[in-house]
């Protein structure tokens, strides 16, 4: 459901002299790499809204953001931002920070990008929690398996694919030095929705144990047994297992559901099972928590579909109003009908929105942060759908479609559809 193809990066950096020399990063990891053996040496990072470093931040598309780091000890820092599809970019170091570059000073508060400095840092989509790793180490490190900094180019390009590459290369760039040599700190900001706050575990994570000596073994002290009481045996308890992806009340499973599950990233979009498959009109649904970058989420298909799909975020809420609105919420609202595809992300288009799309049996529903949520349908939905629909010039609605002198009008970022003497006729701008 979301591709690597169809997303941007949540950090892209702007140069303020050659906006051209700046570089997209392709890698799309999950995992961040900790050091258990928890040194002297330690780091702190933090975005500019959220200057205690709590993940709490909100930052819209397109806004600026800055990042600060502190270490106690003299260290070399390197910053990573990971968006909320698992798209990274490295941009500390760069070759525009001056002779300083990545080194920082105990105790020092450092700022990238700092004042004056020839760049800036934006804040892209997709909308989620995107996050900040950084690393510090007292040795400048090799990162050459990791990032290229070709000619002139100011920015790294990445050039491993792959969380588990990504762990591998990380773990094996301090491999080689001293537990205490090393540490990392993570730091979470929400884009276009507040910041949910620094978790305590996200994903998987690729764990680096410092070899160690093993504690000499010594025999442990033999004291006598008190007579004890006979011990009461506790009444057996049942455990409770969780729900699983398509299971019904009867624990047997509904295979649509749990297909499209696997379909679209399962546990990675979707979250876990918060309900079993229950009725839902004249068909069936299961909710899910949903990931935090994705919102709730539900998986749904009609009575005799043998192909189910899913729906969350934005396009889910406007749904689920639309069918309370219609029919206090006990069935699709019939101006859409059941989910015929699963939701797509919209790249930027020519206005620089970005959104997704949801499509119904009998209808759709465009989201962008930008403008909101609304729903198209009929004969006007195929006139938008056939000009390029949110890729044309008329880009996304602004508004649902609505009844303008006896038919069908909508009206989008870019112009507006109106019908007139039996005919769609469309306007520019």
Request: no cysteine.
């Given at each position: 459901?979301?591709?690597?193809?169809?997303?941007?990066?949540?950090?892209?950096?702007?140069?303020?002299?050659?906006?051209?020399?700046?570089?997209?990063?392709?890698?799309?990891?999950?995992?961040?790499?900790?050091?258990?053996?928890?040194?002297?040496l330690?780091?702190?990072?933090?975005?500019?809204k959220?200057?205690q470093?709590?993940?709490?931040?909100?930052?819209?598309?397109g806004?600026?953001?800055?990042?600060?780091?502190?270490?106690?000890?003299?260290?070399?820092?390197?910053?990573f931002?990971?968006?909320s599809?698992?798209?990274?970019?490295?941009?500390?170091?760069?070759?525009?920070?001056?002779?300083?570059?990545?080194?920082?000073?105990?105790?020092?508060?450092?700022?990238?990008?700092?004042?004056?400095?020839?760049?800036?840092?934006?804040?892209?989509?997709?909308?989620?929690?995107?996050?900040?790793?950084?690393?510090?180490?007292?040795?400048?490190?090799?990162?050459?398996?990791?990032?290229?900094?070709a000619?002139?180019?100011?920015?790294?390009?990445v050039?491993?694919?792959?969380?588990?590459?990504?762990?591998?290369?990380?773990s094996?760039?301090?491999?080689?030095?001293?537990?205490?040599?090393?540490?990392?700190?993570?730091?979470?900001?929400?884009?276009?929705l507040?910041?949910?706050?620094?978790?305590?575990?996200?994903?998987?994570?690729?764990?680096?144990?410092?070899?160690?000596?093993?504690?000499?073994?010594?025999?442990?002290?033999?004291?006598?047994?008190?007579?004890?009481?006979?011990?009461?045996?506790?009444?057996?308890?049942?455990?409770?297992?969780?729900?699983?992806?398509?299971?019904?009340?009867?624990?047997?499973?509904?295979?649509s559901?749990?297909?499209?599950?696997?379909?679209?990233?399962?546990?990675?979009?979707?979250?876990?099972?918060?309900?079993y498959?229950?009725?839902?009109?004249?068909?069936?649904?299961?909710?899910?928590t949903?990931?935090?970058?994705?919102?709730?989420?539900?998986?749904?298909?009609?009575?005799?579909?043998?192909?189910?799909?899913?729906?969350?975020?934005?396009i889910?809420?406007?749904?689920?109003?639309l069918?309370?609105?219609?029919?206090?919420?006990?069935?699709?609202?019939?101006?859409?009908?059941?989910?015929?595809?699963?939701?797509?992300?919209?790249?930027?288009?020519?206005?620089?929105?970005?959104?997704?799309?949801?499509?119904?049996?009998?209808?759709?529903?465009?989201?962008?942060?930008?403008?909101?949520?609304?729903?198209?349908?009929?004969?006007?939905?195929?006139?938008?759908?056939?000009?390029?629909?949110?890729?044309?010039?008329?880009?996304?609605?602004?508004?649902?479609?609505?009844?303008?002198?006896?038919?069908?009008?909508?009206?989008?970022?870019?112009?507006?559809?109106?019908?007139?003497?039996?005919?769609?006729?469309?306007?520019?701008?």
């Open positions: 459901m979301f591709t690597k193809k169809a997303v941007l990066l949540a950090l892209t950096a702007a140069l303020l002299a050659s906006p051209a020399l700046a570089s997209g990063a392709t890698l799309s990891p999950q995992s961040i790499i900790v050091n258990p053996a928890q040194p002297a330690d780091v702190r990072v933090w975005v500019n959220d200057p470093g709590q993940g709490v931040a909100n930052y819209r598309i806004e600026q953001i800055r990042v600060g780091v502190q270490v106690t000890q003299d260290a070399y820092v390197y910053l931002d990971v968006n599809v698992g798209e990274i970019s490295l941009f500390v170091p760069n070759g525009y920070d001056g002779t300083q570059g990545n080194f920082v000073r105990a105790g020092q508060r450092m700022v990238f990008p700092g004042s004056g400095a020839q760049y800036t840092l934006t804040v892209g989509g997709p909308r989620g929690q995107d996050r900040v790793l950084a690393l510090a180490s007292r040795v400048p490190l090799d990162l050459s398996d990791i990032a290229d900094f000619g002139s180019q100011g920015f790294a390009a050039t491993v694919q792959g969380e588990a590459k990504l762990g591998e290369v990380l094996g760039a301090v491999s080689n030095l001293d537990a205490q040599d090393w540490v990392t700190a993570v730091t979470w900001y929400g884009v276009g507040r910041g949910q706050g620094n978790p305590q575990a996200t994903g998987p994570i690729v764990v680096i144990v410092p070899p160690a000596q093993p504690a000499p073994v010594q025999p442990a002290p033999v004291q006598p047994l008190p007579v004890q009481p006979a011990p009461v045996s506790p009444a057996p308890v049942t455990p409770v297992a969780a729900i699983q992806p398509g299971e019904r009340p009867d624990h047997s499973f509904d295979s559901i749990r297909e499209a599950f696997d379909r679209t990233t399962g546990a990675q979009a979707l979250g876990s099972a918060e309900t498959v229950t009725r839902w009109g004249t068909g069936v649904w299961q909710k899910f949903g990931a935090a970058a994705y919102g709730k989420a539900v998986i749904l298909h009609a009575d005799g579909s043998n192909r189910a799909f899913a729906v969350h975020g934005r889910l809420e406007r749904y689920l109003a069918s309370q609105a219609e029919n206090g919420g006990t069935k699709p609202p019939t101006r859409l009908g059941w989910a015929a595809g699963d939701e797509k992300i919209i790249p930027r288009n020519l206005y620089g929105t970005t959104g997704l799309y949801g499509f119904f049996q009998t209808g759709a529903l465009y989201s962008s942060e930008k403008y909101g949520t609304y729903w198209l349908v009929g004969d006007l939905l195929k006139k938008y759908q056939g000009l390029g629909g949110s890729g044309s010039f008329l880009g996304f609605p602004t508004r649902d479609q609505f009844l303008m002198n006896g038919g069908w009008a909508g009206d989008f970022e870019g112009g507006s559809i109106r019908y007139q003497n039996g005919v769609y006729k469309i306007y520019r701008k």
